[in-house]
Structures are given as structure tokens and as C-alpha cells.
């Protein structure tokens, strides 16, 4: 089976893996402390250095593994979110007895907890010896399977008992269908499938497969299906069609966000797992906090705070995590965003925007519509595109402004001429070789002289506004 994971998306979810290369190229940047004695010979080579540092330096931040403070780590306790673990707990605790459950809904905004808490009560039935054999889990992330195909197919295979008893790819559907149904019926257990993310699947592949999946139980002899599905798109349900949203809603748990001091709670719980007493300097929990509470009290972005603060902390040598940190980590949070938000643009939004940022790194300040068009237009020509029309430019200029990424201001040419002016508001550093490492861009070839400008920016980072 898969592990679930976590998806990533430009305001909600946090681009955690890039959270992960700050750390790494944080550790990396530190100067090689010296070996002692044991240590490599003058032969030894850069990266042996390298690792010889990191095993040999005993952080001081740290008494826990720092994993603690990742999204993919399940703490023991959950606070503020006893009365959901309870509301699940009851749900599911017919298939304890040999009844077959409800199927539930839980759905929230991205953070609240939702993938944790039935996280918690799995491992809970779990770990119950009595149940052993009675009741079987599938945890799916919807964001990774997300055709009906993968879905069908994934399942099925988690009850075959070897590889020749595999569904392959290439079958029809309707055969996966029912080799999965087969498969799963061989044993009289309960079977819990998790669909985590279902909203992902919907919007991809519509209704269909669940609508088969809510049906089974009709067609099964032994075994019996239960489904949880969470969704982070509160408006859900209305994309379903009215005969598998009223079996999918038979139970139904809204997670609502979490406040700031919640959130402290959270933060704290975990500090206390993972380092050292006293190294957390007064103000840092309510800080990140305080930050996450404003992004639809979002726990990951809380949680994604403090382990960034930490490894600017690290980065500084310093032996303690400062609110200093916590603000340096919050642009760094930001810059990653912002980088993963221009990957998922339009290829001429991407184009039209990798003009504006040449030409105001050029200008060194806000640059008229005209020359956009024009850079714009030539290097469209270089990648051997049709430009758009102005019209749509003009729209894609909108687009870029709803995401904070730009403004446009009207400015006035004497004479009672008028024109429209572009400032960037996201730091040009980060931006600019991001949009460089694009595939779609990559034909038009990156400046040489740009990795010297990221280095500088890296450890000052500023922006002009926050349209994030
Ligand atoms: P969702 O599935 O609603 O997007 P998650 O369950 O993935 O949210 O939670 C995001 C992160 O925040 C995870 O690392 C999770 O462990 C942590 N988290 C969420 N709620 C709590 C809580 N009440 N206590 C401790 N950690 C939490
Ligand atoms: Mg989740």
C-alpha cells in the first residue's frame, strides 16, 4: 500500500520538501567544523568533510529527532481535537463488535488536523489484538491515485497475495472492477478505506468510482466496505452527484480551524518533543502561532514556522531560536510559496511574467505595459510560440495580480496621457531562477551571472508587500 501522503499547494499546504532544502543547504553552507584526532586525513574528500561535520556536530537546539516538527509526523497527543477523535472513535466502533459502520465524511480546511486525527484512530483500532484479522485499513491519498483505474487497481492489490496475483495495467476497468471485488472478498473482514483528499480525485475524475465503490457491499459475499473520505474543499459535496453523496454523507464531521492559542498548544506539545530546555526564546510559539492563525489557522503552516525558525537558528550557529528567526523563516516560507505558485501557471502567464521580471531587474523599478508586451512578444518568438493578444495579456496581467505576484498601477505621462505601470512584489531573487528552471522556459537559456545575486539575497530577504 502507498503511504499517504501530503499534497502540496500554492496558500493552503506548505511546500514542506522545500522547507527540507533550507535545512539541508543551511547545514551544508556551515563552515566544516575540525575533525579530532579520528578524524579524516588531509586526503579526505570535500563531501567526506561534509559528513564528518554533520555526524561529529552535536546540535544544541535539539534533544529530539528533528522529524518531530515534520508534517508527516503522527504526534501521541492532539490537543483540541479530542471531541473529532471522539466523534470518529464512535463511528467506526460498530466494526469493533462485527457491524458494519456508517460511512463518514470529514472535511475542513487544509491543517485542521483531519489526515492526523484518523491517522490516531486507525492506529487505535489497531492496536487492539481483538481486532486483528477482523478489520483491515486502506489508507489512499487521492492526490497521488487519482484515476478510477489506480483506485481500483491499488486496492484490489493490497489483498493479493503475491505478485502473480496482481492486477496489472491494461485490463478494462470493468474487469479491475471485479478481480478487486474478488480479491477483497476472500477473508469476512471489515474494510475501512481511507480516501484521504477525495476532493482530488473528484475534480479529476468525477463521482463514478465512488459511486461503484458505495455499491459494493451489494455485490460482496464476506467481506464488507466502509468509506472515509476527507476532503480540504468544504464545498465538496456539490460536486457530487446526488446518489453517492447521500451514501458517502451518511456521517458527516466538519474540522474547523484552528485559533492562535490552539495553536500555541500544538506548537508547544511539539517543542517540548524535540528541543532542548530553554533554547526557545520567549515569544516564538505565540509568534508562529499568532502568523499561522491569520492563514486559516493552518497547524502544518505552524508547525512549518517553527522548524524553519529552527533551522535558521541552526544556520546562524546560534544557540537559541530567536523571534528574529521566526520572522526570517516566515519570508523563506513565503519565497517557497511564491516559487511553487509560479510553477503552476499558465505557460504565457509564465512567459509574460518572466518578462516583467527581466525587464524590472533591467530598470530597477516599475516598467510600463509597452515594453512588457514587447519583451513578451520576443520571447514567445524564441520559444517558437504564437504570441496572445493584448486582450489576453491584459488578462493574465489580472491573473498575476490576484496572486499577489505583481501591481499594477496607473500612472500619469504628462500631457494628460495615461499609462499602466508594473511593480513586482515578490523578491526577484527567488523568482527569476526559479522561472529559469522551468521546463517550458529552459530553451531560452539562464543569465550566468544570476546564482551570485541568489547567494546575496538568500541571507537578506525582503519584499516589497505580502500578497501572501
Ligand atoms: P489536514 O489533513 O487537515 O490538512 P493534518 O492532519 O495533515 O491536517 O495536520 C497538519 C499537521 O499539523 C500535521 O503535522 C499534524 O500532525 C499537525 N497537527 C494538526 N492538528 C494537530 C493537533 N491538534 N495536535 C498536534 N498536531 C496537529
Ligand atoms: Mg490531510
Not at 475534480?203 to 476527507?230: C, F, M, P
Not at 503552476?344 to 512588457?372: D, F, M, N, W
Not at 510560440?385 to 498601477?409: C, D, F, K, M, W
Request: glycine share 8%; with cysteine.
Amino acid at each position: 500500500m502507498p503511504p499517504p501522503s501530503d499534497r502540496l499547494s500554492v496558500g493552503g499546504a506548505l511546500p514542506s520538501s522545500l522547507g527540507a532544502s533550507v535545512g539541508e543547504r543551511a547545514q551544508i553552507a556551515a563552515p566544516p567544523l575540525s575533525p579530532s584526532g579520528n578524524g579524516p586525513g588531509p586526503s579526505s574528500s570535500t563531501a567526506s568533510e561534509v559528513f564528518d561535520s554533520s555526524l561529529t556536530f552535536q546540535n544544541e537546539l535539539y534533544r529530539g529527532r528533528k522529524e518531530i516538527l515534520r508534517e508527516s509526523y503522527i504526534p501521541p497527543r492532539l490537543p483540541h481535537r479530542e471531541h473529532q477523535i471522539r466523534q470518529v472513535a464512535q463511528i467506526l466502533a460498530p466494526a469493533l463488535r462485527g457491524d458494519l459502520p456508517s460511512n463518514l465524511l470529514i472535511y475542513g480546511k487544509i491543517g485542521t488536523g483531519k489526515t492526523a486525527v484518523v491517522a490516531q484512530v486507525r492506529a487505535d483500532i489497531q492496536r487492539r489484538t481483538d481486532t486483528a484479522g477482523r478489520i483491515t485499513f486502506i489508507t489512499l491519498n487521492c492526490g497521488n491515485v487519482d484515476t478510477p483505474y489506480s483506485l481500483l487497481q491499488t486496492i484490489g492489490n493490497t489483498f493479493a497475495g503475491g505478485v502473480p496475483e496482481q492486477i496489472p495495467t491494461g485490463w478494462s476497468l470493468d474487469r479491475v472492477q471485479a478481480r478487486m471485488r474478488e480479491l477483497m472478498d476472500e477473508k469476512p473482514a471489515t474494510v475501512i478505506l481511507i480516501l484521504d483528499e477525495i476532493d482530488r480525485l473528484v475534480a479529476k475524475s468525477g463521482s463514478d468510482v465512488l459511486y461503484t465503490l458505495s455499491q459494493l457491499n451489494t455485490e460482496l459475499a464476506h467481506a464488507r466496505l466502509v468509506l472515509v473520505g476527507i476532503s480540504n474543499d468544504l464545498k465538496f459535496t456539490n460536486q457530487l452527484d446526488a446518489r453517492v453523496r447521500s451514501r458517502l454523507n451518511e456521517e458527516k464531521i466538519l474540522f474547523p480551524p484552528y485559533d492562535a492559542v490552539q495553536l500555541q498548544d500544538i506548537l508547544r506539545d511539539r517543542a517540548a518533543e524535540v528541543f532542548r530546555e530553554g533554547v526557545l526564546d520567549a515569544g516564538v510559539i505565540e509568534r508562529c502561532a499568532a502568523y499561522a492563525a491569520l492563514e486559516n489557522g493552518d497547524a502544518r503552516r505552524a508547525l512549518a514556522l517553527l522548524r524553519l525558525a529552527a533551522e535558521m537558528a541552526e544556520r546562524d550557529r546560534a544557540k537559541r531560536i530567536t523571534s528574529d528567526h521566526v520572522v526570517k523563516a516566515k519570508s523563506r516560507l513565503e519565497q517557497d510559496i511564491i516559487v511553487e505558485c509560479c510553477k503552476t501557471l499558465p505557460s504565457h502567464c509564465k512567459v509574460l511574467l518572466y518578462a516583467i521580471l527581466q525587464a524590472y531587474e533591467r530598470r530597477r523599478g516599475g516598467v510600463l505595459t509597452g515594453e512588457v508586451y514587447d519583451g513578451y512578444a520576443r520571447l514567445t518568438q524564441r520559444l517558437g510560440l504564437q504570441p496572445l493578444h493584448a486582450r489576453s495579456i491584459s488578462n493574465y496581467l489580472s491573473e498575476l495580480e490576484n496572486l499577489g505576484l505583481i501591481r499594477v498601477t496607473i500612472v500619469s505621462r504628462g500631457r494628460g496621457g495615461r499609462t499602466r505601470e508594473i511593480v513586482v512584489d515578490v523578491p526577484i531573487s527567488e523568482t527569476l531562477p526559479a522561472l529559469e528552471d522551468d521546463p517550458f522556459l529552459a530553451p531560452l537559456g539562464r543569465p550566468r551571472s544570476r546564482n551570485q545575486t541568489l547567494l546575496t539575497n538568500f541571507d537578506n530577504p525582503g519584499r516589497a508587500s505580502g500578497g501572501f
